[in-house]
């Protein structure tokens, strides 16, 4: 099992900066599985945000946010960060924490890839 906790969440006006965290516990080898955010706004599907392969090294980002977020780990402390600048109202949602063991090379891209979420934090972009 696997446990993973966001924080970080809260409101902030357009064109302000929010920083994401998750930190994972529960499973000793949590190290290898790649981790990523998505995100969830009401009424709508949740959809991917970002992703990180198991080492680090390899970032990924959903065309929405591309540029504006940036995803990082560290894999000792078994955290992942999202670094979220320039945001817009359209950025509101409930942002989750994702583990994927199944592609650490790549990462999860669809919910059906994610082997464990967080409970979510809430993210909230208005003027």
């Known amino acids: 099992q696997v446990q993973l906790v966001e924080s970080g969440g809260g409101s902030v006006q357009p064109g302000g900066s929010l920083r994401l965290s998750c930190v994972a516990s529960?499973?000793?080898?949590?190290?290898?599985?790649?981790m990523g955010w998505f995100r969830q706004a009401p009424g709508k599907e949740r959809e991917f945000v970002a992703a990180i392969d198991w080492s680090g090294s390899i970032g990924d980002y959903s065309d929405s946010v591309k540029g504006r977020f940036t995803i990082s780990r560290d894999r000792l402390q078994y955290t992942v960060s999202l670094q979220m600048n320039s945001l817009k109202p359209e950025d509101t949602a409930v942002y989750y924490c994702?583990?994927?063991?199944?592609?650490?090379?790549?990462?999860?891209?669809?919910?059906?890839?994610?082997?464990?979420w967080g409970q979510g934090t809430q993210v909230t972009v208005s003027s």
């Open positions: 529960g499973e000793i080898f949590i190290s290898i599985g790649a």
């Open positions: 994702a583990v994927d063991f199944g592609s650490p090379y790549r990462g999860p891209r669809t919910p059906s890839d994610v082997d464990y």
